[in-house]
C-alpha cells in the first residue's frame, strides 16, 4: 500500500512524523480523507480526534484546532496542541473540562464564553480520544 509522509506540529514540538496510508480529519467544512497523492490543499481543522490509518493499523490523535496543509512532498497538521494517547491525562482533561462547564454556567462576557467552549471542545477531545483507545 502506498504511503505519504504526517507530520503534526505544535508550536512547543513535532508529536508525529511518520510514513501513513491515510488520515482522516475534522475540517471547518467536514470530514476530509487524505490519501496519497492528494492535490495541494490548506483548509483550517476542528478541535477533533483524527483517525491515521497505517499498516493495516489505526491510531488516534487529539488535535486542537490549526490547520491541515497537503503539500507535494508531505502532509502536514499544524495544530495549537496535539497529544498523542498516551501522553493525554485523564484527570487534567477531566479537570479543565468542569472548570470550563462552570465558566459557561456562570454570567460573562461573549469573549470569556467563547474561551470556555473553546477549553471545553479541547477537554472534551482529549477524553473522546483517550476513550477510544481504551474500548
Ligand atoms: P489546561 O486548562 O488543563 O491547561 P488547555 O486546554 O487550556 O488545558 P492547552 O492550552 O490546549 O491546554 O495546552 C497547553 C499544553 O498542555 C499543551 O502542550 C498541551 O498538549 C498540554 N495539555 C493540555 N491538557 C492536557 C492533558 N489533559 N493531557 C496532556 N497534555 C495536556
Known amino acids: 500500500m502506498s504511503t505519504f509522509l504526517l507530520e503534526i506540529v505544535t508550536p512547543e514540538r513535532k508529536v508525529y512524523a511518520e510514513d501513513v496510508n491515510m488520515v482522516i ?23 477533533a480526534p483524527i483517525v491515521i490509518k497505517k499498516d493495516r493499523s489505526e491510531e488516534v490523535i487529539a488535535v486542537n484546532g490549526g490547520f491541515l496543509e497537503v503539500r507535494k512532498d508531505k502532509v502536514v497538521i499544524l495544530a495549537e496542541s496535539a497529544e498523542l494517547p498516551g ?28 474561551r ?8 472534551i477531545n482529549r477524553l473522546e480520544v483517550k476513550n477510544r483507545i481504551n474500548r
Open 25 to 47: 480529519v475534522k475540517g471547518q467544512e467536514g470530514e476530509l480523507g487524505i490519501l496519497p497523492n492528494h492535490i495541494p490543499l490548506v483548509t483550517p481543522l476542528r478541535i
Open 116 to 123: 470556555a467552549e473553546l477549553a471545553l471542545q479541547r477537554a
Open 87 to 114: 501522553d493525554i491525562d485523564i484527570d487534567r482533561a477531566q479537570e479543565a473540562k468542569r472548570r470550563a462547564e462552570e465558566r459557561l454556567d456562570s454570567k460573562r462576557d461573549e469573549y470569556d464564553h467563547r
